[in-house]
């Protein structure tokens, strides 16, 4: 019974954070159409306007994808799922569920999965990450980092 009254207690800590995350997403994107509307001032106070535009719009992605977790965290506890890892069938250990609420592989699956490649961002298309053509120098800044 102490595993059901973990998750039961889980699932109140989830809810809080996605109206927590809720709550910052439409704050961080009323703040973007605030800075949009606003006229610049001059070149280095646009840039710093872009700047800062950026790296709001990276958090909300950020934010916008742990929501993203949260939700189907939750929809995994209305469908019984929860707990149990979508790999192996195993249960996902209420430590690892402490770490990550919305964990939905266990340890072992997790590994091979980064170990493989597999799961999210296994699309890459890893034979561009080295160019050996020997064309044009790459700054860091032209490169698209994703979080």
Known sequence: MAR?????????????????????????????????AQAAGDVVDAALDSAQDEISSQ??????????????????????????????????????????PY????IECQRETERYGRGAGSDADWGRVL???GGDDVSINDIEIDV
């Open 59 to 100: 958090l909300a992605e950020v934010e916008s994808r742990e929501l993203a977790s949260i939700e189907n965290a939750l929809q995994r506890m209305r469908d019984g799922q929860y707990g149990i890892c979508e790999s192996c069938s195993c249960s996902i250990p209420m430590a690892r569920l402490n770490a990550l």
């Open 4 to 36: 059901k009254d973990a998750i039961l207690s889980m699932r109140q800590i989830l809810i809080m954070r996605r109206d927590a995350l809720r709550t910052a997403l439409a704050g961080d994107l009323s703040l973007l159409k605030e800075l949009r």
């Open 131 to 133: 160019d050996t053509s």
């Open 103 to 106: 964990a939905t592989l266990c």
